[in-house]
Structure formats: C-alpha cells, structure tokens
C-alpha cells in the first residue's frame, strides 16, 4: 500500500512538472509568434521600400541617359552618343538587374548578358569591351558582381567625362544634364 502511495505521488509530481513545463514553452511559442509576425511584417515594409527605391533609381537613371543623348545629339558629339547607346540595355532593364542583384553576389554578369543579348547579339561584347577599356574605377564596380557595384556602375557610366573637354558632362552649363 505504501508502495502504491509512492508511485501516485510521484505520478502526480511528475504531472505538475511536466503541466507547469508546458505551460511555460507554450507562453514561450506565443512570444515567437509575435516576434515571428512582427518580423515578417517588418520584412514586408523593407521590401516595398526596396522595390520603391529600385523604382525611383531606375527612373533617374532612365532620366539621366535621356538628357545624355539629348545633350550627344545637341552638341554633335558621335563618341558619347555611341556611349550612351552601348548603356542603353542596362540602364532600360534596370529594375530587372537590380531584383537579381538582390538575390546574392554573382548574378550581375549573368543577367546582364541576358538583357543585352535580348537587344542584340554583340551588343554584351561591346558592353565588356567597353568596361575593360575604361578607368579602375569601372572595372573594380563591374567585377564586384553584386547590387552595389551595380549602383556604382550605372551611376559612373552615366557620369562618364567628355574626353576631349576633360569636363564632366554633368557638371557643363547645359540645359540636358544636372
């Protein structure tokens, strides 16, 4: 009989236990469900900023190689107005590059030889030519492959100098650029 009182009590202890241990992991899965929400709603927001700001960059980098063709056809300028057509593909899919970009590292070359290959076949050669010839500068952003040499990249090819003035098209007296 004893020995029976013994079990029951520990029976009993060891049910107390285990209700107050899942009382206790059950509040604990209640604070991660509301860390988890919180969390994804969190995530949500950053990514509607991040598709606007990839909107609102491509609409300047859009508007940019605009006036830079404008001010080429304006002022005659053959060399800058092949420039700005070489740039055209990456500059036109630009939300395109910058969501792939935004997967990972390693994916900037990739696409973009897709997007220029879809406008014409040597136009990615030309492009790549066009990078290797350049300054350091171009070529350290484009063999970074990743969002932000992206952003450095378009943002240094649409601010190319002119050459033959060793002015920045930028920083003219123009009405095209500013």
């Known amino acids: 009989m004893f020995f029976v009182l013994v079990i ?3 029976f009993v202890l060891i049910s107390v236990y285990f209700f107050f241990r899942a009382e206790k992991l059950q509040r604990e899965i209640i ?3 509301r860390e988890s ?3 994804r ?4 927001i950053l990514s509607e900023y991040m ?3 990839a909107t ?3 609409e300047f980098a859009k508007a940019k190689l605009q006036r830079l063709k404008a001010y080429a056809k304006a002022n005659d300028h053959e060399q800058l107005m092949i420039h700005a057509e070489l740039i055209s593909p990456l500059i036109n899919n630009y939300s395109i590059i910058f969501r792939e970009c935004l997967k990972g590292k390693g994916r900037l070359k990739a696409i973009s030889q897709k997007c220029f290959e879809n406008q014409d076949s040597s136009a990615y050669k030309k492009f790549v030519a066009l990078i290797v010839t350049s300054d350091k500068k171009l070529k350290r952003y484009w063999s970074s492959d990743n969002l932000n040499g992206f952003l450095f990249l378009v943002d240094a090819l649409l601010t190319m100098t002119d050459d033959s003035a ?3 098209i930028k920083n003219q007296k123009s009405n095209c650029l500013s």
């Open 51 to 53: 598709i606007l700001v």
């Open 31 to 33: 604070t991660q469900q």
């Open 8 to 10: 029951t009590v520990v």
């Open 166 to 168: 060793n002015v920045p």
């Open 56 to 58: 609102r960059e491509e």
């Open 37 to 39: 929400l919180a969390t």
């Open 41 to 44: 709603k969190e995530n949500k």
